[in-house]
């Protein structure tokens, strides 16, 4: 602590002397004199207060409570002087801060994915394993990241880079998947923007197939045929919105409605991030709070339609011999691991904004538990309109059935026999009888009915517009709808952009940059723009499922595999726990420990072998919409776009060892980094913090491998490194 960014009064005064002392292990010693008094900080382990007076016992305690005192006055001015809104800007609030990461977190995943696992993996069945995935892998890794933005106060680069510099290449890694998730991502922006402005029309687009003149003098029409097999909201999301080819390979032309709206898109992205949490943080407001009003509002809609306890139904009875299936357990922890944000660098970035002494630890249950109940209200809300537009298709199935067996048997109660098999049937009233072989009798199922495009961007754009469709003022459903996706996927894209720029800032590469922020931004959009127009061709949508299906996944898991080591063996969950308690007031509980050590690494290498095992083994394909039939079929990717994907997911993980391997070769070619401001000392007094010595088996199995571990407190105040005298009053 430097004496001259003391107050004029304590740097004036002599009455008391108080020296710090650091020794090898970044301990701090704090004495005082001429009274023998004597004030003892011992680093974030935790510390260490004693006073004496060989007299007077009440004079030594009024001295030591007011040098006490005098030295967090001190500390306050020199945290003031040094604080992070001098340098890195902060949040204007707590609740701004917690609406940041909720609306990251809660993504459209939530709303499109969610629902569709649950229906396929049991049912409530599925909330078992989902549920316990979420408690020992979801808060542990989500807290990890949250705290350790919190401690450094920098974004992925510069934490990782400080908790080890051999490991800076997570950092690195977090940013680069950032980048190429923000390409695509906001191309379902792009989309939502699209289906918004058409949803201000009085008839909706999509509500009915478009007619073609036909006849010699075209004065007859007829429907599309693409349209009359496939549907309207289908037809209009293939052809007429992405105008798609039938295979990867045929690029085709660019759809300059698509390209426009990417235009605006990013835009509107650049314009909320333009001055960093300054701006997005004030956004956050509305992208954060207003889709759970859609959500509440489409829910008291959703059950007042006919047929949406047949959707809850379907969605939340039990299977539980489903549990058996390791598949289910997988989708399970695949679903915590994407929908909480893990790996990009998003969490450690925004939370290096917050105070130093925020609860990080109730924030990180919070803001976990907020987002998968999110996920189960949005499984609500989509399947109980789900369950709705499935009704009235089967009531429409069953009347094209009962036409069917009318015509046949002049019966609707009939089982018919096999298609293909000779069948005698009355066909006049006088008893003839006429054999005729059995043709194709349509069949109903409800299951079969809810299961079509019942995820992803089928569920959004095609099963929910049809369902909107059939409300009463259809436009206004459809304008609330997409306007909460818009704000969904806004949310999560300031803060995916915000794991890039923050990095960046902090590198401190370009002089000043961090004074000129728009300069930074403009390039990320702009850059980010160009390299969209991939999306915005007829193959487009193929490359989008190509990035949305292999590029994120291996990736996401070993950076947050490589995290987890790195804390738990490289920097030590001894320092680790300090620093939590330093700014919490708590050291994490066993269980938190054990899972960062034992049980998080155990999943995430599972996860990968099945992964890893998926992707080498499997023939892999892909759905193909073809014109002529007006529906899907599957084909096999080219070998192309799997080197494509084989050559991002490389480079998104080969920073890891790269830059490990050249700091141990050379170790000049680094800069060390330079820490940010915290304060220790301050936060060390004002919590009255005690020095945790480990018991032994906590050495042999948490702290195993970690060096100067504390036996007792004498040893650490002993070891004496430097000591610089300051005066007091």
């Known amino acids: ?73 001190a500390l306050r001015m020199e945290e003031e002087q040094n604080a992070p809104t001098k340098s890195r800007g902060a949040w204007d609030s707590k609740f701004q801060y917690m609406l940041a990461v909720i609306g990251y977190a809660v993504g459209l995943g939530n709303v499109w994915r969610f629902p569709y696992l649950v229906q396929k993996n049991g049912g409530g069945a599925f909330l078992i394993p989902y549920t316990l995935m979420l408690a020992i892998e979801g808060i542990p890794i989500f807290f990890l990241e949250l705290a350790l933005g919190q401690r450094m106060r920098k974004g992925a680069i510069g934490a ?135 959500l509440i509002i489409f829910f008291f809609r959703g059950v007042t339609l006919p047929g949406f306890q047949n959707g809850l139904y379907h969605l939340f009875v039990p299977e539980f011999s489903r549990l058996s299936d390791p598949q289910v357990w997988v989708d399970a922890a695949s679903q915590i691991f994407y929908s909480l944000g893990l790996g990009f660098g998003s969490l450690i970035a925004l939370s290096s904004y917050n105070p130093t002494r925020n609860n990080c630890h109730r924030d990180a249950i919070f803001i976990a538990l907020t987002n998968c109940c999110t996920s189960v209200f949005a499984g609500i809300v989509v399947f109980s309109i789900l369950g709705f537009k499935a009704t009235k298709r089967l009531e429409l199935c069953q009347e094209i059935r009962d036409h069917e067996l009318m015509a046949l048997f002049n019966d609707t109660n009939v089982i018919p ?43 959004t754009f095609i099963a929910f517009t049809e369902a909107i469709n059939q409300f009463s003022v259809p436009p206004i459903w459809s304008i609330l709808f997409f306007l909460m996706l818009l704000t969904i996927g806004l949310d999560s894209m300031f803060a995916t952009l915000e794991g890039v720029v923050t990095p960046i800032l902090d590198l401190d590469i370009i002089p000043d940059l961090r004074k000129y922020p728009p300069m930074l931004s403009a390039c990320l959009c702009l850059s980010s723009f160009l390299l969209s127009f991939v999306f915005a061709n007829q193959a487009g949508p193929y490359i989008f499922v190509l990035f949305d299906e292999y590029v994120s996944g291996l990736p996401l898991l070993i950076i947050v595999f490589a995290e ?44 990968i072998v099945i992964l890893i095992i998926n992707l080498t083994t499997d023939e892999k394909e892909y759905d193909v919409w073809h014109r002529e039939t007006g529906s899907l079929s599957k084909s096999i990717w080219p070998g192309w776009c799997l080197f494509v994907a084989a050559l991002i997911i490389i480079l998104s993980i080969l920073g890891i060892p790269l830059i490990a391997l050249i700091r141990w070769l050379k170790p000049s070619s680094w800069r060390e980094e330079v820490p940010a401001y915290f304060p220790r000392e301050l936060i060390q007094l004002e919590r009255k913090l005690t020095t945790y010595i480990p018991k032994e088996w906590e050495k042999k199995i948490l702290f195993r491998f970690e060096k100067h571990l504390p036996t007792t407190e004498s040893e650490f105040t002993n070891k004496n490194k430097s000591q610089m005298d300051l005066v007091f009053i």
């Open 1 to 73: 602590m430097d004496t001259n960014k003391l107050p004029p009064k304590l740097q004036r005064s002599n009455s008391y002397l108080v020296s710090i002392s650091d020794n090898e292990d970044g301990l701090s010693q704090i004495s005082g004199s001429p009274r023998q008094l004597s004030i003892s900080t011992i680093d974030g382990i935790g510390k260490k207060h004693q006073s004496t007076n060989g007299t007077c016992p009440s004079v030594a305690s009024d001295t030591t409570n007011k040098s006490t005192e005098v030295l967090m006055e």
């Open 160 to 294: 990782w880079n400080q908790i080890s510099p051999f490991m800076g290449g997570i950092g690195i890694c977090c940013a680069i998947v950032s980048f190429i998730v923000g390409l695509y991502y906001n191309t379902i922006i792009a989309w939502c923007l699209y289906y918004l402005v058409l949803s201000f029309r009085s008839n909706l687009p999509w509500e009915k197939c478009p007619t073609v003149q036909v006849g010699k003098y075209k004065n007859e029409s007829r429907l599309v045929e693409e349209c009359r097999r496939s549907g309207p909201t289908a037809y209009f999301w293939y052809r007429e919105t992405l105008n798609i080819s039938d295979s990867v390979d045929k690029s085709g032309v660019m759809s300059w409605w698509i390209l426009v709206c990417l235009v605006f898109a990013w835009l509107l992205v650049f314009i909320c991030i333009v001055k960093g949490i300054k701006s997005s943080g004030k956004v956050v407001y509305v992208t954060a709070i207003f889709p759970y009003i859609v």
């Open 417 to 459: 026999p096999p298609a293909g098999t000779l069948v005698n049937i009355s066909s006049s009233p006088n008893g003839e009888v006429t054999s005729v072989v059995m043709p194709n009798i349509t069949t109903c199922s409800f299951k079969e009915e809810i299961l079509k495009s019942a995820s992803g961007t089928g569920l």
């Open 564 to 607: 987890i080591i790195t804390i738990s063996y490289i920097y030590g969950l001894y320092r680790f726990s300090n620093d939590i308690e330093l700014m919490t007031g708590h050291r994490p509980n066993y269980y938190l420990m054990f899972c960062w050590k034992f049980i998080c690494p155990a999943i995430i290498i599972f996860l």
